[in-house]
């Protein structure tokens, strides 16, 4: 389904003076208003082709209906996410579940949508119909050669579906490692898996970047064999410079200081990129923002911080990836409020005073360190995201004219009720 832009400019024209008013007040005490609105314009999320269904648990599913029924869909879906806000301007493929048949059609879609690729995604965590041998005890730290170059061979098909589409990353997340005591030789599994990571590494064209994602536990419940920010930045260390460490908020133990660990990898430039979403006991892919928006946003400052401390471009070099699923919301609903909660804390950590926050800092002030903070957490900067919407030629409310333009009818109208889309 496409938005007409008549459409979008009926609704902003509509809604313009509420808007009007609530941001020339905020303006009003913001002074570099314009520097910050453009680094909100050109910041763009990526949005994940295995999260526009209605995922489920091994307790249920419950799709929800009109749910993409191929890759083609999938792109409508993300270029129609993307005319409401102009903030998820790419595509985050998982291979074999988005495999492009015919990749000059699909980068030609995708462009018509004003959408590019990022990260490609293997996956070695599903055994496909007709594969020879079964990842159930691993792919890169299998015991088993053949296993292990298998998974090699997948990752570097990937590779080339990428290269195909313009994408410039792989992420590499494994599920390897042992549900057991004793099942899993530690330092085996580590050097099969190094191994392989190499092999792939050397598989990438010259300005690619290879991303390997940690996380704590699941599938396997009593080791995984990149199960943290250190396992992983050990593996990108041995593997080589284009080789980085990829942040799932969701794939920590509990209290785990995230927004630290964003500040190290950044400061050792090996922090590739991130999967947002949030979680409240374990990987639970929720919508960004939705259970604790204050972390997010101690994560956006050390990530403000830290790319000015090394001069970088914020929309650019790093990977903005979203990786969630939903269960009792509607998937395309869950993605707005996702992204909006992305730049809102984006926005929020553009305002923290640094230089004051400095100040205080040499001057072990941490009352006045902590109220700098939460002066910018506080600031409500609604009005602000949706000024950078309506420059970008987006919504102002992009979930509202979502709504009143009844889109989950037209899609259920259109594909049905009981469409199931690839992905979790
Ligand atoms: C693993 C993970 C990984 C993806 C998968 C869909 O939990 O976060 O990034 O491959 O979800
Ligand atoms: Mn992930």
């Not at 570099?32 to 050109?42: A, G, P």
């Amino acid at each position: 389904m496409l938005i007409e832009k008549y459409k979008i400019d009926e609704f902003n024209q509509n809604n313009g003076d509420e808007h009007k008013r609530k941001f020339d007040f905020f303006a009003s005490s913001v002074k570099n208003i314009d520097e910050v609105l453009k680094k909100l314009i050109d910041f763009q999320i990526a949005i994940p082709s295995w999260a526009l269904g209605t995922g489920g648990t091994r307790f249920g599913r419950f799709p929800g209906g009109g749910e993409p029924r191929n890759l083609e869909e999938k792109i409508e879906d993300i270029g129609l996410l993307h005319s409401l806000n102009k903030s998820g301007g790419a595509i985050s493929l998982h291979i074999p579940w988005d495999i492009p048949e015919n990749a000059t059609n699909i980068k030609a879609l995708a462009a018509q949508h004003g959408l590019k690729f990022d990260a490609m995604n293997s996956n070695t965590f599903q055994d496909q119909p007709g594969q020879q041998y079964s990842y159930k005890f691993g792919s890169l730290q299998n015991i088993n050669k053949n296993i292990r170059r298998q998974a090699i061979d997948h990752n570097i098909e990937v590779i080339k579906y990428g290269i195909e589409l313009g994408s410039k990353s792989l992420t590499v997340w494994l599920s390897d490692g042992s549900c057991f005591p004793g099942q899993l030789n530690f330092r085996h599994a580590f050097k099969n898996t190094l191994e392989g990571l190499k092999e792939i590494y050397a598989a990438l064209p010259g300005d690619w970047k290879m991303f390997v994602e940690y996380k704590a536990y699941e599938p396997n419940f009593y080791s995984t064999t990149v199960g943290d920010w250190g396992q992983s930045l050990l593996y990108a260390n041995k593997l080589g410079p284009k080789a980085y460490t990829l942040v799932d908020l969701g794939h920590h133990l509990p209290n785990a200081n995230i927004e630290q660990i964003v500040s190290l990898l950044l400061m050792e430039e090996k922090l590739g990129g991130f999967h947002f979403n949030d979680s409240k006991y374990s990987d639970d892919d929720l919508t960004v923002g939705c259970i604790n928006p204050y972390q997010l946003f101690l994560i956006f400052k050390e990530l403000v911080e830290g790319m000015n401390a090394r001069g970088m471009n914020h929309s650019t070099d790093l990977g903005w990836m979203i990786d969630a699923s939903h269960n009792v919301k509607d998937p395309l609903e869950d993605l707005l409020q996702s992204v909006e909660a992305i730049m809102i804390a984006y926005a929020q950590a553009l305002l923290v005073d640094y230089k004051a926050l400095e100040e205080a800092q040499l001057a072990n002030d941490v009352v006045k360190a902590q109220e700098i903070l939460q002066d910018a957490y506080r600031i409500d900067v609604r009005a602000l995201v949706a000024e950078a919407r309506l420059r970008g030629g987006a919504a102002l409310e992009p979930l509202q004219l979502f709504r009143q333009l009844k889109v989950r009818e037209h899609l259920i109208k259109k594909r049905g009720l009981k469409t199931i889309s690839t992905g979790l």
